[in-house]
Nanobody, 121 residues
Framework: QVQLQESGPGLVKPSQTLSLTCTVS??????????WSWIRQPPGKGLEWMGA???????YYRPSLKSRTSISRDTSKNQFTLQLSSVTPEDTAVYYC?????????????RGQGTQVTVSS
């Protein structure tokens, strides 16, 4: 069974960089045909796809977040990481990592339980 687990700080100060790691078990992040995404849900709003890293290592970003977002991976640890810079309170959300077949989509077949990140001084 595929499992994803997000980890990282729950509180980040404005203007700092948010960094989250997703640890994957039960599947390899280099498996052909899959994309490994970061998705978030701000309070009272819907899911928002942020970006993804593909099985080949290619990265894809939501245009509105591209200038602040970086996704990387460590294949030796089967992990991928999100960095979101210059955060503001509007970046407060539950952040999920997920596996899917389609990029630029909130669709997935497996997803982590999510981690709450609050941006506040």
């Amino acid at each position: 069974q595929v499992q994803l687990q997000e980890s990282g700080p729950g509180l980040v100060k404005p203007s700092q960089t948010l960094s989250l790691t997703c640890t994957v078990s039960g599947a390899s992040i280099t498996s052909n045909g899959y994309y490994w995404s970061w998705i978030r849900q701000p309070p009272g709003k819907g899911l928002e796809w942020m970006g993804a890293i593909g099985y080949s290592g290619s990265t894809y970003y939501r245009p509105s977040l591209k200038s602040r977002t970086s996704i990387s991976r460590d294949t030796s640890k089967n992990q991928f990481t999100l960095q979101l810079s210059s955060v503001t309170p509007e970046d407060t959300a539950v952040y999920y990592c997920a596996r899917g077949r389609v990029v630029y989509s909130t669709g997935y077949d497996y997803r982590g339980q999510g981690t709450q990140v609050t941006v506040s001084s």
